[in-house]
């Protein structure tokens, strides 16, 4: 089983369309949870963390289920400049960053 | 908004030749990282660094690979003799501090550097 799990995608969505992805970890030891997002051929960069309580910011919203170690994240009226790969990143105990493939969104106008 | 910063962006080597890879980390950081993405896979670690000393590195980070803060701002990733496989997009990262314990968890948000791509020929 991988460490962290995605769908690989491509979601193609019209603008405004809300999305959903899907994350999956296999460490239930981890501690940490974020989605970032990628350009293409460029840096990751924070989207948001992930907390038990969930939480939410502006369009996007992220929540965790320690139990079944589901992360997921919710993006309200897409905008094209939404498109990107989304990738679901889990921290251990140690400082280490574990990544997914990527979820690659494209939305269509 | 600090950032980190890499050089070169771009660094053609042919194989077996040593390589250099320099970040500049966001100044009041104090954990620093190297990761990579070949192409069209995902982000791997390879090393992080605290306190003048590896805290952490992966199977990628064989003896080929070192690390080093040479003065208070550089941190770079040396390959010593570089190989095909080793072409891929070179992230640094770095964070502020770690935390311990409690629903945020024990890593700090990693900013990343824009990358550096190496091409090995």
């Known amino acids: 089983r991988k460490e962290v799990e995605q769908d690989p995608g491509p979601f193609n969505v019209p603008e405004g369309a809300t999305v959903a992805f899907n994350c999956t970890y296999s460490?239930?030891?981890?501690?940490?949870f974020f989605w970032y997002r990628q350009d293409c051929r460029k840096e990751p960069k924070l989207l948001m963390s992930v907390y038990s309580s969930g939480n939410e910011d502006g369009r996007f919203t992220a929540q965790l289920n320690r139990a079944s170690q589901y992360i997921s994240l919710l993006i309200r009226d897409s905008k094209l400049s939404d498109s990107a790969t989304y990738l679901c990143v889990v921290g251990g105990a140690t400082n280490k960053l574990i990544f997914g493939t990527g979820t690659l969104l494209a939305v269509q106008p | 908004e600090p950032e980190v910063t890499q050089t070169p962006s771009h660094q053609v080597t042919q194989m077996g030749q040593e390589v250099i890879l320099r970040c500049v980390p966001i100044s009041n950081h104090l954990y620093f990282y190297w990761y990579r993405q070949i192409l069209g896979q995902k982000v791997e670690f390879l090393v992080s660094f605290y306190n003048n000393e590896i805290s952490e590195k992966s199977e990628i980070f064989d003896d080929q690979f070192s690390v080093e803060r040479p003065d208070g701002s550089n941190f770079t990733l040396k390959i010593r003799s570089t190989k095909l496989e080793d072409s891929a997009m070179y992230f640094c990262?770095?964070?502020?501090?770690?935390?311990?314990?409690?629903?945020?968890?024990?890593?700090?948000?990693?900013?990343f550097g824009p990358g550096t791509r190496l091409t090995v020929l």
């Open positions: 990262a770095s964070s502020e501090f770690v935390l311990a314990g409690g629903d945020r968890g024990a890593t700090d948000t990693q900013y």
């Open positions: 460490n239930s030891a981890s501690q940490s």
